[in-house]
C-alpha cells in the first residue's frame, strides 16, 4: 500500500509501537511515522506507506496543535504527571495571574529539552540517561508558540490549546508556565489534535484500521501521497516531458503545462522566492515535486517519488 494512513494514537503506544503494530496489520516492512508521540499522549499520528515514507521528514517538520491539561502546584522529573513528583504547593495564583503568565509564552521564545525525551546527545537517548539517574547540560532550542487559548481554568487545572511550531515540547511549556507561576507546573494530559494539516476527525485507531482492513474497505480510508502536496501548482508532463521526468533530469516550462503561472525571474531585485509545483505524468499519475531555478530558468528536482 503506498499512501498516508491517520492515526489516532491510544495512550499507553509509542509512536513505534503504532508503526509496528500496523506492520503486522497490513503485512508490510516499508511504514514510517512523522513524529513522536509519548506514550500517555494520544491524537494525530500520520504514517507514511510505501513510497509515501519518503515524506515522512517534510510531516515531521510542521506546525501542530494539542490539547492539553496543566496542572499547576507539583513538579515532576518527566514535567507530567506520569513522573516522579519532586515538589507540591498549595500556593497557587489567581485566575488572572494564570491567564496573564499563560498568554506571555506566546511567540517566539526558547525551550531546553526535557531529560525524558527521544533527543540524542553523543548518540545516546536523552531518556535512557534519564533512567540511569543521568543529567546532561541541553542547549535551549528555539520554538514558536502561535497561540494559546485557555480552554477552560478550574485551578489548579488548566485546559489550553496550543498552535505550536515544530519541537515544541508541550510538557516543557506546562512546566515554564509553573515555574513562571512560582507554584509549580506539569501536564497532566495531552491531545494532538493536528499534525501536517490533518485531524483527529480523519483519523483511525488500529482496532479501526484493522476492521475496515478485514472488511476490504481500507485503502478507501488511505489518503493518496500527493494530498501533502496539493497546496503547489501542478505542473503536468507532455511525452517529452515524461521522458526526462522518468530520469529525474531537469524540466522545461515548455515540456508541460501549469496549473497557474508563476513568475519566470523575481519580481523584484534581489527576491529569491521557492516556487515548487508538484509534478505528473500525462496520465495524471503523481511523480515527484519540482522547483523552479531562476538563474537557469528551468525545473529542478527536490523530491522524486517514483
Not at 521528514?57 to 510542521?62: A, C, I, R
Not at 504527571?81 to 504547593?89: A, C, H, N, T
Not at 494530498?227 to 530520469?247: D, I, M, S
Amino acid at each position: 500500500m503506498d499512501g498516508i494512513l491517520i492515526i489516532n494514537k491510544e495512550q499507553g503506544f509509542t509512536s513505534h509501537d503504532v508503526v509496528a503494530k500496523l506492520r503486522g496489520i497490513l503485512h508490510q516492512k516499508k511504514i514510517g511515522h512523522t513524529g513522536t508521540l509519548d506514550p500517555d499522549a494520544t491524537g494525530v499520528l500520520p504514517v507514511c506507506l510505501g513510497r509515501a515514507t519518503k515524506v515522512c521528514e517534510l510531516l515531521t517538520d510542521t506546525d501542530k496543535t494539542y490539547e492539553a491539561v496543566l496542572r499547576l502546584g507539583v513538579t515532576t522529573d518527566t514535567q507530567d504527571m506520569s513522573g516522579q513528583i519532586l515538589s507540591v504547593s498549595d500556593l497557587i495564583p489567581e485566575e488572572a495571574r494564570v491567564t496573564e503568565v499563560v498568554k506571555s509564552f506566546i511567540g517566539e521564545g526558547e525551550q531546553i529539552p526535557p531529560m525524558y525525551s527521544a533527543l540524542k546527545v553523543n548518540g545516546k537517548k536523552l531518556v535512557d540517561l534519564a533512567r540511569e539517574g543521568k543529567t546532561v547540560e541541553r542547549k535551549p532550542r528555539p520554538v514558536h508558540i502561535y497561540d494559546i487559548q485557555i480552554l477552560s481554568c478550574e485551578l489548579p487545572r488548566v485546559k489550553m490549546r496550543v498552535d505550536c511550531s515544530k519541537g515544541t515540547y508541550i510538557r516543557t511549556l506546562c512546566h515554564d508556565i509553573g515555574e513562571v507561576l512560582g507554584c509549580g507546573g506539569a501536564m497532566e494530559s495531552l491531545v494532538r489534535t493536528r499534525a501536517a494539516g490533518f485531524t483527529r476527525e480523519e483519523a483511525l485507531t488500529l482496532s479501526e484500521v484493522e476492521k475496515f482492513r478485514d472488511e476490504g474497505t481500507l485503502e478507501e480510508r488511505i489518503l493518496p501521497l500527493e494530498k501533502v502536496f496539493f497546496g503547489l501548482p501542478r505542473f503536468v508532463v507532455n511525452e517529452e516531458g515524461a521522458r526526462y521526468l522518468k530520469n529525474g533530469n531537469p524540466l522545461r516550462r515548455s515540456q508541460g503545462s501549469l496549473s497557474e503561472e508563476f513568475p519566470e525571474q523575481p519580481r523584484e531585485e534581489g527576491e529569491n522566492p521557492s516556487l515548487q509545483a508538484a509534478v505528473y505524468f500525462p496520465e495524471g499519475t503523481f511523480a515527484a515535486v519540482y522547483e523552479w531555478d531562476f538563474r537557469r530558468r528551468i525545473f529542478m528536482p527536490v523530491k522524486m517519488f517514483l
